[in-house]
């Protein structure tokens, strides 16, 4: 703190924005192509509400932050590449947007989806 400054107050950012975060940095990310929740009675409430955090969950733990994301992989990718990538996008997005540091990113693969191929 310089000299003359004075704390005015704090910044209080909602986990439902770091799930917003979180979510776009997923969806981005190659080779997902949906979220989904982690039980069905959770995703018939977020089918008729559009939810645009859901699939994700999130945790403040003291100073660091966890990441629970349950993700729809594209039939035909590596998943364990898939699942890797968007670990590291979803840390790097959310910490850069927030400066707070995420000590973890769990990625459960929900389901495959095989995309048309007409």
Known sequence: MTP???????????????????????????????????????????????????GVEVKQIGDTIQINLFIVIEYGTRISS???????????????AIGMPVSAVNVHVQDLRVSNTD
Do not use: W
């Not at 909602?14 to 192509?33: F, R």
């Open 82 to 96: 898939v699942a890797k990538s968007v670990a590291n996008t979803v840390r790097y997005h959310v910490e850069n």
């Open 4 to 54: 003359g400054s004075e704390v005015q107050g704090q910044i209080l950012i909602s986990p439902k924005a770091i799930a917003t975060i979180a979510a776009q940095s997923a969806l981005e990310s190659y080779g997902v192509v949906g979220m989904t929740s982690d039980n069905i009675f959770d995703e018939l409430a977020i089918q008729l509400d559009l939810d645009p955090h859901h």
